[in-house]
């Protein structure tokens, strides 16, 4: 029912800035919510920021500060901007989407994206 394409991951200096993308498709749904997470190699996928309709957002301790998140009214794209990044930030970085149909809003699924790759060098 929902597609994510994320991208904007890369390879960058410590220090450096990215901004990653993550675009949402589908059809006769309502996004409740979006989220990034990050999975680092050999590491648990972690929650790194989320947003939702409403406009309300968390950004997990380790990256508050250096990382914002940001969307459009509907949800449709939302961004991970990052800045002062650091070789802990390297991983995977994930998009997903909380969602409901317009008539059982109460039933929440879940969709994921297949990922970006962030390197940041020391």
């Known amino acids: 029912q929902v597609q994510l394409v994320e991208s904007g991951g890369g390879l960058v200096q410590a220090g450096g800035s990215l901004r990653l993308s993550c675009v949402a498709s589908?059809?006769?749904?309502?996004?409740?919510?979006m989220n990034w997470y990050r999975q680092a190699p050999g590491m648990q996928r972690e929650l790194v920021a989320k947003?939702?309709?409403?406009?309300?957002?968390y950004t997990a301790d380790s990256v508050k500060g250096r990382f914002t998140i940001s969307g459009d009214n509907a949800l449709n794209t939302v961004y991970l901007h990052m800045n002062t990044l650091r070789p802990e930030d390297t991983g995977g970085y994930y998009c997903?989407?909380?969602?409901?149909?317009?008539?059982?809003?109460?039933?929440?699924?879940?969709?994921w994206g297949r990922g970006t790759q962030v390197t940041v060098l020391s």
């Open positions: 947003i939702t309709s409403r406009g309300s957002t």
């Open positions: 589908g059809s006769s749904i309502s996004i409740n919510g």
């Open positions: 997903s989407v909380d969602w409901s149909f317009p008539d059982s809003p109460w039933a929440e699924h879940n969709s």
